[in-house]
């Protein structure tokens, strides 16, 4: 996608957001519809426009994310009233050198095989909407940058999401 | 669902599991296939079973679960490593007196007209599936008394969920 000027800001005030919060609940469904949740280890680097994250190949997210692109993350800091939702399409990506640029002592907790383990995938989240708790009007604020003013989110290929 | 002695030891481990958390983050999926989410006022009441929230009818989190049932909840205590996720069965309920049975000062904030703004809805939700994060052994574990102990999400009626 292209960075326009709008979608720069937005890129911009998401990172804001959703820097120093150390863990996000990745959110995917089930094959059977179902939604389901677990905290995943948010990436240190600074974002710009694509979320990655870590997980197994044989995990159940996984095989979620190959059943169903659409993803949603949520970053909590209960502390700074900050609740961030991310809607985003999700693709694996087998990528060493990612995985290498990626790791940090963070992910040494989840996956103690380590860096080199064979299993692990890259999560690619490229974010589709994002909206943000304003703690003084107590309502939601969408990020229109990613999607443009009408706030419409895209049409998706057939067989890409549900 | 009739209370086994596994449901009723799975309701009161995850009743402590979200105990104090005092917000919620409440995800839809869109008509379009989206994840959505946002937070809310989770309940004061002890947990039995079912978790209610309030919403106002128009809002786009009613019209979601209108259209697909299928939801889920994140609880997040980050300063005590706790990370759960509901997999739920969401309606809307018009229930005035079960309004003023759930309201508290804490819903004041969120609903500033008040207990009695005839828009205020509840979503009730049944618990389908639980897990927990298991911070020692990095990794979520299943309340299975909700499900039994195969694990399987039970199918919907056609129509009720995607």
Redesign the interface.
């Known amino acids: 996608m292209a960075d326009t000027p709008g979608r720069t800001e937005a890129i911009r005030i998401l990172g804001e957001m959703i820097a120093g919060?150390?863990?996000a609940?990745f959110?995917t469904?089930?094959e059977?519809?179902?939604?389901?949740?677990?905290?995943m280890v948010a990436q240190s680097k600074p974002f710009d426009g694509t979320l990655w994250f870590l997980s197994e190949a044989g995990s159940r997210k996984a095989r979620d994310v190959r059943d169903r692109q659409?993803?949603?993350l949520?970053y909590?800091?209960?502390?700074r009233d900050r609740?961030v939702?991310v809607?985003g399409l999700a693709t694996l990506v087998a990528d060493a050198e990612r995985v290498a640029a990626l790791w940090n002592r963070a992910y040494a907790?989840?996956f103690?095989r380590g860096v080199a383990d064979p299993d692990l995938l890259l999560i690619k989240v490229e974010v589709?909407?994002a909206?943000y708790?304003d703690a003084t009007a107590?309502r939601?604020v969408r990020l229109s940058g990613f999607t443009g003013p009408s706030g419409a989110?895209r049409?998706?290929e057939p067989g890409t999401?549900?």
Request: glycine share 8%.
């Open positions: 919060i150390p863990v609940m959110t469904v089930t059977r519809g179902w939604l389901r949740s677990r905290p659409q993803v949603n949520c909590v800091s209960a502390g609740y939702s809607s907790e989840w103690p589709e909407e909206e708790w107590h939601m989110f049409d998706l999401g549900i």
